[in-house]
């Protein structure tokens, strides 16, 4: 019963609310107490008119939205939404700790405003350290302003223990996919690094490979919005995570990858892309997903090649690999898949996804069986 679902979900999440002023925040960032994971800092790119715009509404008195926190098991705070808010306030002030660990940023400028446009080349403090912009060039701000700053307040609703890390994962996620700042892909990626660092490095580390780049055929301008990575997720999760049918697809990959990354440090994820993909490089390279029509590869690498032919593939792999030719073996499959009559249902105007995996999956398994 759908009472029930929800009495049992409310369960899980336990929730806490206070006011704090931005200097506290500022001093748990110093202490440790609140932490930003450095490699999220990866997603954040909001450009100087963003930045110039929420100074200004602080120093106007305009309430900011609440960040959201959960309460790690040593009662440090884990920063799950406000990235760009707290990034920039830290970054501003000069103590954005660098994605490396090694210091702090440059401390960023300000441009003006509609209403203050004296904001123009407006600084924290003085420095030779912020590029672009001579010394002579910046305006200080002074101690009257930083206290104003400082002692802005700003909303912290707090995800407390005993709530589970499944629910931060989900809160994340559903506070940040309206924005515009990550896509869904940074928003997984995110999400891997929250739950195991590893595991995303050697995700990361495979999709960055030739073979798999070659195989899955992504633009420069796509890797920037991450879609390399896009599809390694879903090849992982296509592979590994039986699909129940009841969830959306996005749905569907997210909690794939959580409990993929919940499991493993990776190694095996890498292994199994970079055998998959290396196989598949030696077929036809940039072509091997591609539809084969007419005696050549026809149209673009799409979700149903993925999930077709490389997670069909990788499914059989080390039976494939062990026959005498396996390339060739790949090869002719690939020839004659495309002339198959179930294939034409796979591509069908209108096709829910969830329908079109509970096809292309079980048919590509069972098809590139030796």
């Not at 206290?147 to 931060?168: F, H, W």
């Not at 796979?346 to 096709?351: A, D, I, N, Q, V």
Request: glycine residues 8%; contains cysteine.
């Amino acid at each position: 019963m759908l009472t029930d679902e929800i009495a049992s979900a409310q369960r899980t999440v336990k929730t806490d609310a206070y006011q704090m002023s931005i200097g506290e925040i500022v001093s748990m960032y110093d202490n440790r107490e609140l932490v930003i994971d450095p490699e999220f800092q990866r997603y954040f790119r909001w450009n100087i008119g963003q930045k110039s715009k929420l100074v200004e509404s602080i120093l106007l008195g305009i309430p900011l939205p609440s960040i959201f926190v959960f309460e790690r098991g040593d009662s440090t705070w884990e920063l799950i939404d406000g990235l760009q808010r707290v990034s920039t306030i830290l970054e501003f002030m000069g103590k954005l700790r660098s994605p490396n660990g090694n210091g702090t940023q440059p401390a960023s400028i300000l441009e003006g405003t509609k209403y203050l446009p004296s904001l123009h080349n407006a600084v924290w403090e003085v420095s030779g350290l912020i590029p672009d912009v001579p010394v002579e060039s910046q305006r200080e701000m002074g101690k009257n302003l930083q206290l104003t700053i400082r002692r802005a307040r700003i909303g912290v609703e707090i995800l407390k223990r005993p709530s589970d890390d499944q629910t931060k994962f989900d809160l994340f996620q559903r506070l940040n996919a309206g924005g515009t700042q990550a896509n869904p892909q940074e928003l997984r990626n995110c999400i891997m690094l929250m739950i195991n660092g590893e595991f995303y490095r050697a995700v990361k580390a495979a999709a960055e490979q030739q073979p798999f780049q070659a195989v899955v055929a992504v633009a420069e301008e796509h890797i920037e919005r991450q879609r390399h990575m896009e599809l390694a997720v879903r090849f992982l999760v296509h592979t590994s995570v039986p699909y129940d049918g009841i969830l959306d697809v996005e749905e569907y990959i997210d909690h794939g990858v959580v409990t993929l990354a919940a499991a493993s440090n990776g190694s095996a994820a890498h292994d199994l892309i970079n055998r998959t993909f290396g196989l598949l490089n030696s077929v036809d390279g940039g072509d091997t997903l591609r539809r084969f029509e007419n005696g050549h590869h026809v149209g673009r690498v799409g979700l149903v090649g993925l999930e077709l032919i490389a997670v069909g593939v990788a499914k059989n792999l080390d039976p494939i690999l062990a026959l005498a030719a396996p390339t060739d073996f790949v090869r002719g499959k690939i020839r004659r898949l495309w002339i198959q009559p179930e294939t034409m249902t796979f591509t069908s105007p209108g096709l829910r996804g969830t329908t079109r995996i509970q096809r292309t999956v079980p048919f590509g398994e069972a098809w590139f069986r030796p």
